[in-house]
T-cell receptor, first 113, second 117 residues
Framework: RKEVEQDPGPFNVPEGATVAFNCTYSNSASQSFFWYRQDCRKEPKLLMSVYSSGNEDGRFTAQLNRASQYISLLIRDSKLSDSATYLCVVSPMTTDSWGKLQFGAGTQVVVTP | DADVTQTPRNRITKTGKRIMLECSQTKGHDRMYWYRQDPGLGLRLIYYSFDVKDINKGEISDGYSVSRQAQAKFSLSLESAIPNQTALYFC????????????????FGPGTRLTVL
């Protein structure tokens, strides 16, 4: 079983719509959580960290559900430039210490005009 | 200029050949990593290094070796390439003392697409 599982998609989203997707993780000891964004054939880049209370960064909202061991990402008012693959990333350590990152395979989002 | 660079960007080679992938960074980070990415799989850690004298195996180190020639340089070698090492390889860096950031933010190079025939 993969440690971090994601729906590969693609999620086809009309421009301006809202899209949301989840990621589940198997290690209950996981402490820190992130969403990275990867454009086609390019390097991953950190989109946002995910905090226990949930957090927003502009049009992006991340939530963590420790009891059910999943994190979610919601994108509001989708832009064409949001088309990318979103990688769910989990670490066994808290954000103030280093831990190996476990990457999901990614969820592809395609925003259409 | 890119903070993390990788050379070559693309490489096609034959089974049994020795291949070296190079990574350089100007971010001043002490920690460096090598990952491979395969379709349908997440990035998997091959090796990582916390400083020039520190090398650690990741989850899939068999068939690979690394060298940390300087703080800014970390190279990955495939001693005898085989077809199932065909993948996209990423180098990444992170800072052991991130100012205002998180320990787990890693900065990736543009990747090397390796094909082993």
């Amino acid at each position: 079983r993969k440690e971090v599982e994601q729906d590969p998609g693609p999620f086809n989203v009309p421009e301006g719509a809202t899209v949301a997707f989840n990621c589940t993780y198997s290690n209950s000891a996981s402490q820190s959580f992130f969403w990275y964004r990867q454009d086609c054939r390019k390097e991953p880049k950190l989109l946002m960290s995910v905090y226990s209370s949930g957090n927003e960064d502009g049009r992006f909202t991340a939530q963590l559900n420790r009891a059910s061991q999943y994190i979610s990402l919601l994108i509001r008012d989708s832009k064409l430039s949001d088309s990318a693959t979103y990688l769910c990333v989990v670490s066994p350590m808290t954000t103030d210490s280093w831990g190996k990152l476990q990457f999901g395979a990614g969820t592809q989002v395609v925003v259409t005009p | 200029d890119a903070d993390v660079t990788q050379t070559p960007r693309n490489r096609i080679t034959k089974t049994g050949k020795r291949i070296m992938l190079e990574c350089s960074q100007t971010k001043g980070h002490d920690r460096m990593y090598w990952y491979r990415q395969d379709p349908g799989l997440g990035l998997r850690l091959i090796y990582y290094s916390f400083d020039v004298k520190d090398i650690n195996k990741g989850e899939i180190s068999d068939g690979y070796s690394v060298s940390r020639q300087a703080q800014a340089k970390f190279s990955l070698s495939l001693e005898s390439a085989i077809p199932n090492q065909t993948a996209l390889y990423f180098c990444a860096t992170s800072d052991s003392t991130p100012a205002g950031g998180t320990y787990n933010e890693q900065f990736f190079g543009p990747g090397t697409r390796l094909t082993v025939l």
